[in-house]
């Protein structure tokens, strides 16, 4: 079984970039939004983010939606997405569930299933798309990638 907790996230500014397709698409997008970054002076000041607004279990590939997100320094002001799908927004705090998974990217399904299966036996229940944090790039092994899952919450009864 996973290894969860549950705490308030804190308030987070990010640059994102909307899609809509595969998940294929997330280290060229990743590359795209980090140009983007540059290209607009933002300051980078965390781990690279992603959020999974539809379930891949159900959608079909190419009508995924999601968004990469580059935590950037507060005060960058809010805007977008534009027409490329790019913006800057405050992720408020949430009550959140979160849990390292240590593996390769492509392997996490299973994972989320053990998350899922200690919300339930916990008394909790998902209360918003998931996210994921990225602690590893591409140079690591994908066998030790550190990636959190951060799962919003909410109390069940």
Do not use: C
Request: hydrophobic share 40%; aromatic share 12%.
């Amino acid at each position: 079984m996973a290894d969860v907790s549950i705490s308030q996230s804190e308030p987070l500014t990010v640059a994102f970039k909307y899609v809509r397709g595969p998940y294929t698409l997330i280290p060229q997008t990743f590359g795209e939004l980090y140009h983007w970054v540059e290209h607009y002076g933002l300051e980078p000041v965390g781990p690279p983010q992603a959020l999974y607004i539809s379930d891949p279990e159900v959608t079909p590939p190419d009508d995924t939606e999601w968004e990469l997100w580059a935590p950037v320094a507060s005060g960058a002001g809010r805007t977008g997405p534009d027409e490329g799908g790019y913006g800057v927004k405050t992720v408020e705090p949430a009550l959140v569930a979160a849990a390292m998974y240590v593996g390769a990217w492509d392997a996490i399904g299973p994972f989320y299933h053990d998350v899922m299966a200690w919300l339930g036996a916990n008394g909790y229940t998902p209360a918003g798309p998931f996210r994921e944090v990225y602690f590893d790039g591409p140079e690591v092994p994908p066998e030790k990638n550190r990636t959190q899952v951060l799962i919003p919450v909410a109390r069940l009864g």
